[in-house]
Structures are given as C-alpha cells and as structure tokens.
C-alpha cells in the first residue's frame, strides 16, 4: 500500500531552522501535487505550502519569505526548508500528497502520520 513517510521534525531556538522531508512509497503512477499542513495546540489545522505538477508553489501568509518547498519527483519526495523559525511555528506538520496509485488506479490524497516541530522562545 502506499504511504508517506515524515521526518526532520524536532526541537529547535526561535530563529533556527530545520528541514522536514517525506516519502512517498509504494506503486505510483503519478503525483499531482504534494505539500504540508500543520495543528499548533488549540488551533485548527492549516495549509502551509504545496507544490503542484507544473512546478508551481503556495504558501500560508505566515511562513512566505521563510519557508521554501522542493520536490524531487525521481525519489516520490517533498521537502520543506523552514528558516527563522518561530515559537508560533510549533505544530504537528503533516505531510500530504494527491497521487494516481496502484493501490486506487485513480487521483488520491494520502496522508502521512505527522512530525512534531517545537520551537522555543
């Protein structure tokens, strides 16, 4: 079955960076788009970037200018770069793709389990 695979997520001081990554494993046909979502405690969840199969990327407001997404469609993987990190960035991020599979033969989304990401003040 296909599933995605997160990881980079971790304790950093506000105005550092961390990466995330995910994978996308199993049999794939193709990737429409992939991208990130992130849940702060209290909050709802939200978009935070993505980028689509022509190349084109769109961030949440919050993180423009700060945030950098990439993919890499030979390995079925999508990278977030997250500079200047702030205490408002701490949240569970997950990762999300939109994929014609084996599995399905048709446009999915899937979901990976989420990476926790805590800034500190």
């Known amino acids: 079955q296909v599933q995605l695979v997160e990881s980079g997520g971790g304790l950093v001081q506000a105005g550092g960076s961390l990466r995330l990554s995910c994978a996308a494993s199993g049999v794939i046909f193709g990737i429409k788009a992939m991208g990130w979502y992130r849940q702060a405690p209290g909050k709802q969840r939200e978009l935070v970037a993505v980028?689509?199969?022509?190349?084109?990327?769109n961030y949440a407001d919050s993180v423009k200018g700060r945030f950098t997404i990439s993919r890499d469609n030979a390995k079925n993987t999508v990278t977030l770069q997250m500079n200047s990190l702030k205490p408002e960035d701490t949240a569970v991020y997950y990762c999300?793709?939109?994929?014609?599979?084996?599995?399905?033969?048709?446009?999915?989304?899937?979901w990976g389990q989420g990476t926790q990401v805590t800034v500190s003040s």
């Open positions: 999300q793709a939109n994929l014609v599979t084996a599995q399905t033969m048709r446009l999915t989304d899937y």
């Open positions: 980028i689509i199969g022509d190349g084109r990327t």
